[in-house]
């Protein structure tokens, strides 16, 4: 099942994921012991899986 943007930021933020800016219906996210940068579409309608997956490759949770 896709997730949504809301669990995919709730996720990022239990693993030190910290929003640093916002531009439209996007939020940027960065960690800084990892200095790994990600970018998370806000909109209503979840996640499609090559995005969800590639969020959470570049986050370094897969």
């Given at each position: 099942m896709p997730m949504t943007p809301r669990e995919m930021i709730q996720l990022l933020q239990a693993n030190g994921f910290?929003?640093?800016?916002?531009?439209?219906?996007?939020r940027k996210f960065r960690n800084e012991q990892t200095e790994k940068t990600v970018i998370?579409?806000?909109?209503?309608?979840?996640?499609?899986k090559g995005l969800?997956?590639?969020i959470l490759k570049d986050a370094?949770?897969?």
């Open positions: 910290v929003c640093i800016s916002s531009n439209g219906s996007h998370v579409p806000f909109h209503a309608k979840d996640l499609k969800e997956q590639k370094g949770l897969k």
